[in-house]
C-alpha cells in the first residue's frame, strides 16, 4: 500500500508522534490508586489521519502484515451503531474483536468513535495510516501509544480541543470500552505528557500528574524484552485486577461501607465517600499488616463472593464465579507498592538534590533503589504475575550486581512477560546491562529488543 495512493491528492492530514513507556515503578498498582513513576522511551507510533465526508473507517498499519495480521481495515461508522443510531461500545468490541487479523484496528476506529460519543464530534469517517517502532506485546503500551498518537491526530484534524489530562482519559476509554482491555490510565497519560530523560509520577486517584522528576546523571533505565509476549487484555492480568478489588470491598466492608454504598459508589463512578476514598493505595501499611489482611482469604471464587459481599467498585471487570481468585496477595500488592513507590521517588530526588554525595552513599542509594524494584518484581510473581523469561533477566542483573554498576530490575506494565526495566549506573553499567541483553537473546538466535533511550510525549509532525 503506497502512502500517496491510500490519502490521494490535496487533503489535510495531521500526524502525531507518542512514544511507548517503560514503568519503572507502580505497575499493577494504578487501578488501586498507586503513585506510579513513569518513563517515556524513544520508540513509539505515528499516525496520520484525514478525515472523509462520508462514513468509511479506513485504517491501514504497515506493521500489521509482518505481525500475521490484515494491513488494512476497512468499516463503516454505521456498523456500531445501536437501533436508535447511538454509538455502541459493545456492539464495536464484538465486531472488531470478532474479525480475525483486524482487533488492532479497534484502538484506532475507537478513537473515533469515542469522540463521537463522550465529546459530540459529528465526523464520521477517517483514513488513518500507522507506523510503528513499537513491538507489541512487550509491555511497553504499544497500546497506548497508538491511542494517544490517533486521538490527537484526530482531534486536531477535526478540530476538537482536549485537555492534557482528558485526552488520555478518553484514550483509556477506548481501550476498556471498545477494546475491551480493562487498563488503567498511567500508560496512557504518560505517552501523551512524559518528557526526555525523566520520570513522570501520576497519582492514579485517577489522574494527579506531578511534577516530572529528572533522571539523575549517569543514571539510566534500560528495558530488555524477555520475548515472552504480554497482554492487558489477558485472563491473568484482569484476574489479578478482579483480586484486587475484591480485596477492597471486603476491606471497606469491615471498615463500615455497605453493599449499598459500594453499589452506588460503582454506578456514579465517584468513590470519594468510602473508606480511604476507594483506593488500596491509601490503606497504611501498618493497618493492612495489622488489622486487614488477616480479614482477606487466600483465595475465594467469584460466586462466593458474590454471594457474601454483593460487587466490587471496578467499573471495567466482570467476577466470573467460576474463578478462584488469588484475593489476598493480589489486595497486599498494591498496598505494598503503594509504599515502596513513596520511597523511590524520594531516593530519586534526593539524588538530584545531592550531586556532592560521595561515591559510596550515590552506590548505597542505588542499591536501595534497585532493591524496591527487586522487590516490585517478586510481588508481581506472587500475584500470579511473573514469567520464567523475565524472571531470568532479573536473576542476571541480581548476579552481576553493583560490581557492574547493576542495581535491580523489575519486569514492566502488566506482567506475564513483556519487558523488564534495569537500572544501571555510568558506561559499564550500561554495557552490562547490554550484554544481558545479548546472551539473553542468543540462545533464541535473534538480535536483541532493547530500549535505551527517552524521548518526549506526543508531538506533531
Same mark, same amino acid.
Given at each position: 500500500m503506497d502512502y500517496q495512493a491510500f490519502f490521494g491528492e490535496g487533503r489535510k492530514i495531521a500526524r502525531v508522534e507518542a512514544p511507548g513507556r517503560l514503568d519503572v515503578m507502580g505497575g499493577i498498582a494504578d487501578y488501586s490508586g498507586s503513585l506510579v513513576l513513569e518513563m517515556p522511551v524513544d520508540k513509539g507510533t505515528t499516525a496520520h489521519v484525514a478525515p472523509r465526508q462520508d462514513d468509511t473507517l479506513r485504517v491501514h498499519s504497515t506493521s500489521a502484515g509482518a505481525m500475521g495480521k490484515e494491513g488494512t481495515v476497512t468499516a463503516r461508522f454505521g456498523d456500531f451503531l445501536d437501533a436508535k443510531g447511538q454509538v455502541n461500545y459493545g456492539i464495536a468490541r464484538s465486531k472488531l474483536a470478532g474479525t480475525p487479523g483486524s482487533d488492532w484496528a479497534a484502538y484506532v476506529i475507537g478513537c473515533l468513535l469515542v469522540l463521537a460519543e463522550e465529546k459530540g464530534a459529528r465526523v464520521r469517517g477517517m483514513d488513518a495510516w500507522i507506523e510503528s517502532t513499537l513491538p507489541s506485546g512487550r509491555g511497553v503500551s504499544a497500546s497506548a501509544a497508538l491511542e494517544v498518537s490517533t486521538m490527537a491526530a484526530l482531534? /486536531?484534524?477535526?478540530?476538537?480541543?482536549?485537555?492534557d489530562t482528558e485526552l488520555p482519559i478518553l484514550c483509556q476509554r477506548v481501550e476498556n470500552l471498545v477494546v475491551g482491555a480493562p487498563c488503567g490510565l498511567m500508560d496512557q497519560l504518560t505517552s501523551y505528557l512524559g518528557k526526555r530523560n525523566r520520570l513522570l509520577p501520576i497519582l492514579c486517584q485517577p489522574a494527579d500528574v506531578q511534577a516530572s522528576i529528572p533522571i539523575p546523571d549517569g543514571v539510566r533505565f534500560v528495558?530488555?524484552?524477555?520475548?515472552?509476549?504480554?497482554?492487558?487484555?489477558?485472563?491473568? *492480568?484482569?484476574?489479578? /485486577?478482579?483480586?484486587?478489588?475484591?480485596? *477492597?470491598?471486603?476491606?471497606? /466492608?469491615?471498615?463500615?461501607?455497605?453493599?449499598d454504598a459500594l453499589r452506588s459508589a460503582r454506578n456514579a463512578r465517584d468513590w470519594s465517600g468510602l473508606p480511604y476514598h476507594g483506593y488500596l493505595a491509601n490503606v497504611p501499611v501498618p493497618t493492612f499488616e495489622e488489622g486487614l489482611e488477616p480479614l482477606l482469604p487466600d483465595r475465594m471464587t467469584g460466586k462466593d463472593f458474590t454471594a457474601r459481599f454483593g460487587t466490587t467498585i471496578d467499573t471495567v471487570t466482570e467476577i466470573r464465579p467460576d474463578v478462584e481468585y488469588a484475593v489476598k496477595v493480589c489486595t497486599r500488592h498494591p498496598v505494598m507498592e503503594s509504599a515502596r513507590v513513596q520511597v523511590f521517588s524520594r531516593i530519586i530526588s534526593g539524588l538530584n538534590a545531592d550531586k556532592q554525595r560521595s561515591r559510596t552513599e550515590r552506590a548505597a542509594s542505588l542499591k536501595r533503589l534497585g532493591g524496591l524494584m527487586v522487590e516490585s518484581h517478586r510481588s508481581y510473581?506472587?500475584?500470579?504475575?511473573?514469567?520464567?523469561?523475565?524472571?531470568?533477566?532479573?536473576d542476571?542483573?541480581?548476579?552481576?550486581?553493583p560490581g557492574k554498576d547493576l542495581f535491580g530490575a523489575k519486569i514492566t506494565g502488566g506482567g506475564s512477560g513483556g519487558t523488564v526495566c534495569i537500572l544501571?549506573?555510568?558506561?559499564?553499567?550500561?554495557?552490562a546491562a547490554m550484554e544481558i541483553?545479548?546472551?539473553?537473546?542468543?540462545a533464541r538466535n535473534k538480535e536483541p529488543v532493547v530500549f535505551t533511550g527517552s524521548q518526549d510525549g506526543a508531538r506533531f509532525a
Open positions: 482531534s /486536531r484534524a477535526i478540530g476538537i480541543e482536549l485537555g528495558g530488555v524484552d524477555s520475548g515472552a509476549e504480554h497482554s492487558v487484555g489477558g485472563s491473568g *492480568y484482569t484476574n489479578v /485486577r478482579v483480586a484486587a478489588f475484591m480485596g *477492597y470491598t471486603i476491606i471497606a /466492608r469491615a471498615e463500615g461501607a455497605s453493599i510473581g506472587a500475584c500470579g504475575l511473573g514469567h520464567p523469561a523475565t524472571d531470568a533477566i532479573v542476571a542483573v541480581l548476579e552481576a550486581g544501571c549506573d555510568g558506561d559499564e553499567g550500561f554495557r541483553a545479548s546472551v539473553h537473546w542468543a
